[in-house]
């Protein structure tokens, strides 16, 4: 891998030449990682070198204070309660994500807010995320390799303009996929 496009976050030290990915977003109630809440999780989890997806999982998180969440955040997460009806507390959550992911290396489209708020719910929950100490944030790799000609570029923009099929913009899922998908095709081409 190169370690370029890497951001050191606290973490694990492995061989990362032949580690799973998983790329990681997160849906939640706002940006403040020590105020606001994850309600949604989305995995793609993937081998190296081919880039084949060996799993995706997805997952709505029941927020504890909703009264703490900024309005704007819920409606763009899409955030309702009959979507969120069968939802899972956090620390369920935490439980299967901490064993998906154990020895991966996380990736994501600007990956530090969701590390910010992982790392929360880490401490929150008891369940810890054996990542490498390493992340991949898709979006500066992505800088880098398109020398973003065009100016600032979000998830969805830069899908669109790579003919990537993104689904629901700000679902955790569809969002993990779009960020895999240009992963893939700047690395293969590369």
Avoid at 38 to 62: A, C, R, Y
Wanted: contains cysteine; hydrophobic residues 40%; glycine residues 6%.
């Amino acid at each position: 891998m190169n370690y370029s496009y890497y951001i050191a976050m606290k973490g694990k030290e492995f061989d990362t030449e032949h580690a799973l990915i998983s790329f990681i977003d997160l849906e939640m109630t706002g940006l403040e990682a020590s105020r606001h809440e994850i309600v949604e999780i989305g995995l793609v989890k993937v081998s190296q070198p081919n880039l084949d997806i060996l799993e995706t999982w997805e997952v709505k998180i029941k927020p504890e204070r909703l009264s703490e969440a900024d309005p704007d955040s819920l409606k763009i997460s899409g955030y309702n309660e009959e979507e969120w009806k069968d939802a899972i507390s956090l620390k369920e959550g935490m439980a299967t994500l901490s064993e998906k992911v154990k020895e991966t290396v996380l990736a994501g489209w600007n990956i530090a807010t969701d590390y910010a708020f992982l790392d929360a719910a880490t401490a929150k929950t008891g369940y810890p995320l054996v990542f490498h100490k390493r992340v991949l944030d898709v979006n500066s790799y992505a800088a880098g390799k398109l020398d973003y000609e065009w100016g600032s570029v979000g998830l969805f923009t830069l899908s669109k303009k790579l003919a990537i099929t993104t689904g629901n913009h700000h679902n955790a899922l569809s969002d993990s996929k779009a960020c895999f998908e240009i992963y893939r095709k700047l690395k293969l081409e590369s």
